[in-house]
């Protein structure tokens, strides 16, 4: 599932085109950017909410585990830059510059989620906090905590994303948005979700035993671009595009695409 950025009546529509298509057997992965989204008036617009995108998602997960002989490890959230930035928002307090970190994040899609937990002066909250100190940024930062712990499944989903998948064969490679073919996979850093030193598309040779790498967001959100040992799935969900959902085999072929 490529990047949702909180664009939840999409991933509904998506969801039961999957839950219909589903089959033992099959494995899920949201390849990070669950939440997120356009900044501030444009994600109310857009109808962006990163809450109802991760109900859905849980949603879709519990489906795809009520298939006969599934297993928990069917179903994997990623991280992406999204789950990444609001990772460390809990860790403002202890930034050199916290006002100009929550302004960077702010403009990269904090924003849209700092709605769902924080309502729509969340952002203007963090800012008055910002500037009266780390124990205000401190009791900001764990009120929101608590709005995620306060919503069913929220906090279980993001303290179980992971970084990376990759299938039981290692044919398959399945990240948020770059990796570093340089690098093994235990060094990648945040590669992942900020992308190697080098661009996604110039990786044209297997990554050791994966012959196939597999992302879910692009720059200039690209839509489906399919190479040899690259797949790239992105049509700018949560940006006025459709959301895309690739049906790979196991060597990492697309068999079908599904778009909502």
Known sequence: MAAVHGAAARLRALGRMVGERAAAGDALVFLGDVIGGPPGGEAREAGIDSGAALDAALALRRQILALPGARACDVAYLRGAQEEMWSKLSELQFAPAPRDILRWMAHRGVAATLETYGGADALDEGARACREGPMAIARWTSTLRQEVRARPGHADAMAAIRRAALTEDRKVLLVNHGLDATRTLERQGDAFWWGGPAPFETILQPYGPVRRVVRGRAAGHPGVVERPHTL?????????????????????????????
């Open 232 to 260: 790239t799935l992105d049509a700018g969900c949560g940006f006025g595009g459709p959301l895309l959902c690739g049906l790979l085999d196991g060597d990492g072929a697309v068999l079908d695409v599904l778009r909502a």
